[in-house]
């Protein structure tokens, strides 16, 4: 049965009390980050977005409703809550609000409940690292009825830094699953010499990869040039690679050189994070029919400096032992 805790206060919602001063939020900041970056994590929800919001609806943690139900969002109880409540004047008097054991069930709740709404459905297919749209579109999906709740998201995100609680989240998700990838993998490299082979007549089967990355297993994570690397094999899907790794599907495709490529038609290398603009060594000496894309791909250096150092086109072809700058001044060496 619920408990009714009854909470009238004269003033409005805590996102139009006065604003706090910078040392509370930088305290506040500094209690919650690592809820918010677990919680990105978890659901994909941005941290920057979620500590902005924690910001704004509990006015820093000094908020009434915030310190005595541990309601740091400021979510109403709506018709599916059957947890603890409490009453809090907002829109209108008395309104219900929902009532938390700990932040860490607030901050949980929060992800939770924008994950499973269909009005919020539509933030999820935003960039993670574009805070502007996901504000407009929390504004838009009804989060608020303050006219200039996205502007203040944005504001306080931008003043206070918070994309960086983004880019961690981004950084210790990428560390998390190249962990559990190396554990988990278990295919040998006579299936990827298999394949290989089953695909090696095929027209658009240009890679030729070294012997270090072939003693990689299918599906294993591991680095080139410090940077995480997948071993995909044909038939993946990069749409579901983004999905498990938690990394925009547009952004995947831009650490890879990719345009609008899902389905791969063979075992490709997939960067999980944006390769280097200077390869690990000097040059790259050309075998077999590998072009530009499949060097800058073996090598974990950026197709954009590749060209540059060389002086080459996309379209480009190289020779069997052409030498390929991978760093250094640009020159042409075929």
């Known amino acids: 049965m619920k408990k009714l ?20 939020v930088e305290a506040y900041i ?34 009434s409703l915030t310190q005595e139900s541990n309601n740091h969002f400021g979510i109403k ?4 809550w059957v947890g603890e409540v409490v009453y809090h004047d907002d829109d209108r008097r008395g309104e219900c609000f929902r009532r938390y054991n700990s932040a860490e069930d607030s901050y949980r709740d929060h992800s939770d409940f924008l994950k499973n709404r269909p009005n919020y459905a539509p933030l999820f297919d935003i960039d993670v690292t574009d805070y502007k749209d996901w504000a407009y579109g929390l504004k838009k999906a009804g989060y608020a ?16 830094d918070l994309e960086q609680y983004t880019d961690v989240a981004l950084q210790q998700s990428n560390q998390m699953s190249v962990a559990s990838s190396n554990v988990q993998s278990q295919q040998n490299i006579e299936f990827k010499n298999a394949s290989y082979a089953a695909n090696q007549d095929a027209p658009q089967d240009n890679a030729s990869y070294n012997a270090e990355i072939l003693k990689h297993p299918i599906n294993s994570i591991f680095r080139i040039n410090e940077t995480n690397v997948l071993f995909a094999n044909e038939g993946t899907s990069l749409f579901a690679v983004a999905t498990q790794y938690n990394i925009p599907y547009k952004k995947l495709l831009e650490y890879n050189d990719l345009v ?45 400096s590749l060209l540059a150092y060389n002086n080459l086109q996309k379209n480009n072809q190289p020779k069997p032992g052409d030498k390929i700058l991978l760093r250094g001044e640009s020159r042409k060496l075929f």
């Not at 996102?15 to 509370?24: G, L, R, S, V």
Request: with cysteine; hydrophobic share 40%; net charge negative.
């Open 77 to 80: 109880c709506k018709e599916d």
């Open 145 to 160: 009825t303050n006219p200039v709740y996205a502007t203040s998201l944005i504001t306080t995100i931008e003043k206070y």
């Open 260 to 304: 609008n490529v899902d389905i791969l038609q063979q075992p490709t290398l997939i960067y999980l994070e944006k390769k280097q603009k200077r390869g690990s060594k000097e040059y790259h000496v050309v075998s077999g029919n590998e072009d530009l894309y499949d060097i800058a791909q073996e090598e974990g250096i950026q197709l954009e």
């Open 30 to 63: 500094t209690q919650y980050k690592q809820l918010a970056i677990d919680e990105m994590i978890r659901t994909g929800v941005p941290a920057a977005i979620t500590l902005a919001q924690g910001i704004l609806e509990s006015n820093a943690g000094q908020c």
């Open 5 to 24: 805790l009854l909470l009238f206060f004269a003033a409005a919602a805590c996102f139009n009390m006065q604003a706090q001063t910078n040392e509370a």
